[in-house]
């Protein structure tokens, strides 16, 4: 019956609470919703990307180099985040899960921090949203990602506090859950990001 309701996820027999299923339901279209956000961020620079008025284009203002590395450091914290994931389903240790939590909040804020200096890197170059059509929609697409990142490395630090005070409970398990699924979601975000804003900006 759990695998009815979740499949392939870390909630045990006595999670199958009637409040589980709105709650799960009402996050998908959360999640869907915000899909559908950075859906059309992507047609918008699609669209406006070849509009540089005379400004910098992709290849003056893109970095490979860095975006490689924030790409690297978004793609571990995915990897520790699954550990501490495991960690939940088998019942290891809480230390062990609070520290795979610290460390996928460590390489968050690292993601945070490198793109940051990108942003500042990028204004040094006069590469700012008024300039162009490019640089707005690059400026509403990027960011927007950023700012998903930021809210979700709060949200391991609350969770982290609740884990700490409440222990691993049917609540905090459900919590845990899905700012995991949120986590991934901006993993792939990031990955089409890098492949379609950045790899195609530079060829």
């Known amino acids: 019956m759990n695998g009815r309701i979740h499949p392939g996820i870390n909630l045990r027999a006595g999670d199958q609470q009637p409040t589980t299923e709105g709650v ?44 490689a590395l924030e790409t690297g450091t ?13 960690a939940m389903k088998y019942r290891q240790s809480m230390a062990w899960l609070q520290g795979m939590l610290a460390a ?39 960011p927007t990602h950023f700012l998903h990142v930021a809210f979700g490395c709060v949200w391991i630090v609350v969770v982290m506090l609740q884990l700490r005070v ?20 901006l993993d792939i975000v990031w990955v089409m990001l890098f492949s379609f804003v950045f790899l195609r900006g530079l060829l």
């Not at 390489?107 to 707005?136: K, T």
């Not at 409440?166 to 979601?185: E, I, M, P, V």
């Open 74 to 86: 978004l793609l571990l914290s995915s990897f520790t985040f699954g550990l501490a994931s495991l």
């Open 104 to 142: 996928t909040l460590g390489l968050g804020v690292i993601f945070l921090g490198l793109e940051i200096h990108d942003f500042m890197d990028m204004a040094r170059q006069g590469a700012l949203p008024q300039v162009s059509g490019f640089l707005s929609a690059f400026f509403a697409l990027v």
């Open 24 to 67: 799960m339901f009402g996050f998908w279209v959360f999640m869907m919703s915000d899909a559908v956000l950075f859906a059309l961020l992507f047609a918008v620079y699609a669209s406006l990307s070849g509009n540089t008025a005379d400004g910098p284009d992709a290849r003056q203002v893109f970095k490979l180099a860095p975006a």
């Open 166 to 185: 409440f222990g691993l409970t049917h609540t905090t398990r459900t919590r845990l859950l899905r700012l995991g699924l949120f986590w991934h979601f």
